[in-house]
């Protein structure tokens, strides 16, 4: 009989993991430690629970680096995509998703297949001995006595940064005389119709009263041990980018570009503020970019300065939480197996990938490779020219160092084209005209996704003919 494969823990990383181990034919058992032990952020036992943001980001595969990862992931049979794209809201470029029914389909899928065993429970410490071929995707809030585990086994001190929760709005709270719905450049994107986001206007002088009241009201305080964590730029709590200029906001998620606000006799708005659907039933909107660590007391009094928001009820505020990372480039192979001890694989957000795409990403790869493992079939990685390879790269091997030392300075990213081997934009279309300007960085952008998907497609026949063999 075939040993399981051990996935340990249920999020976005474990879950495609799962279905990639399970799909290939191999028993799997996924272990989550909710409900018997939560964490700061879950609120429900269920797999794949978003917990941050209900948004994908672009599905523009393209021209954007994360819409390409998204189709990477449907040609290789994402079960994450797919529950993504089944539970789909309006949110004009960009693929969001009801996150209740996005959890319920993954919990669902899952718990039906014959190969998955799911088991509730705490593995503390380093899983047993016995277990030969384990994925540990634990994500950002990994358990502390497995994170001391693997601090010993791996003699480093873990790396940290601070991630942070956007406040979810009441639709029946919004005064809609004041906002309207429109996407920006009113582009419809998947399940939307170009009019997928709330908008809040302001004027300069309540902009300036709204940024002053958001700089003095009261933060979080930091524990000691805290203090030192920086946090990950992709995910700034809005009272720190405030900090660091009075313009940051409005070039940043305030930005009132791409927006025409259709109330007669308005003004052009200084800056705007976004809602995106967050259930399917449109009456939960999240407050785009507002994620923040301020006390819940003062999200409620400083954000109903926002015109529209006067009377906002919150179904959930703001939070912060600290999320922990591997120095990967230094403590994992090519194969994302931990060097100190091979039978160990990693995946998700622990890795040093940020973002919930490119974390179910990593547990796509994680699975195909403990598969190929577990079969005795030598695995290889995709083509770095792909959006899996160039992300793999990153984690395993692609950052920066310095002659005789170690990798320094390793952050999370988000998948981005400077992550891929670089291509020469096209200097004319398919008429022969010449591409000037800023055309000349679209024409780039898709001719790497061009580039990308077609060697994809060859790597996934590759590794199809290698399982039949």
Request: aromatic share 6%; hydrophobic share 40%.
């Amino acid at each position: 009989m075939t040993q399981p494969i051990h996935i340990i823990g249920g999020g976005l990383a474990g879950s495609e993991a799962a279905w990639q181990i399970a799909q290939a034919g191999l028993p799997v058992v996924l272990h989550e430690m909710r409900p018997e032990r939560g964490t700061e952020a879950h609120k429900t036992d269920g797999l794949a629970e978003l917990v941050c943001s209900n948004s994908f980001r672009s599905d523009d595969a393209a021209t954007n680096a994360v819409g390409l990862l998204h189709e990477e992931m449907r040609r290789a049979g994402s079960l994450i995509m797919a529950a993504g794209d089944a539970h789909k809201l309006p949110a004009g470029g960009a693929l969001a998703v009801d996150r209740d029914q996005f959890s319920a389909h993954v919990t669902r899928t899952l718990g039906a297949h014959p190969l998955v065993t799911i088991e509730r429970g705490e593995i503390a410490g380093l899983p047993p001995s016995a277990w030969d071929n384990v994925i540990i995707a634990t994500g950002p809030l990994t358990s502390p006595a497995l994170s001391a585990a693997i601090q010993q086994l791996t003699g480093e001190t873990e790396l940290a940064f601070f991630d942070a929760i956007a406040p979810i709005v009441h639709l029946d709270s919004i005064d809609e005389g004041i906002t309207w719905r429109q996407s920006r450049y009113d582009k419809a994107g998947p399940g939307g119709t170009g009019a997928d986001y709330i908008n809040c206007p302001m004027m300069r002088e309540e902009y300036e009263r709204f940024l002053d009241a958001l700089l003095a009201a009261e933060k979080t305080t930091f524990k000691d041990w805290e203090a030192s964590t920086p946090y990950f730029d992709g995910c700034l709590p809005i009272e720190v980018m405030a900090e660091r200029g009075r313009e940051t906001l409005r070039f940043g998620p305030m930005k009132p570009v791409g927006l025409t606000n259709p109330h007669p006799g308005t003004e052009r708005p200084y800056a705007v503020v976004q809602l995106r659907q967050d259930n399917a039933l449109g009456t939960l909107w999240n407050m785009v970019g507002f994620q923040t660590k301020l006390k819940h007391g003062e999200q409620a009094r400083v954000f109903r300065l926002i015109p529209g928001l006067k009377a906002a009820e919150f179904a959930r505020l703001g939070g912060l939480h600290r999320n922990t990372f591997l120095n990967s480039p230094k403590l994992l192979d090519g194969e994302l197996r931990l060097k100190a001890e091979p039978r160990l694989r990693f995946a998700g957000q622990i890795t040093g990938c940020e973002g919930y795409v490119e974390s179910a990403a990593v547990g796509l790869l994680a699975g195909r490779a403990a598969a190929a493992q577990r079969r005795s079939i030598k695995w290889h990685a995709p083509p770095p020219t792909t959006a899996f390879g160039a992300l793999l790269a990153h984690i395993t091997g692609g950052h920066l160092s310095q002659e005789g030392e170690g990798p320094r300075s390793f952050q999370p990213m988000n998948v981005n084209f400077g992550l891929f081997p670089p291509l020469d934009a096209p200097s004319h279309d398919a008429a022969g005209k010449r591409i000037k300007g800023k055309d000349r960085g679209f024409a780039r952008k898709r001719a790497m996704s061009a580039r990308a998907l077609a060697d994809l497609d060859r790597w996934l026949a590759g590794r199809a003919r290698a399982a039949a063999e």
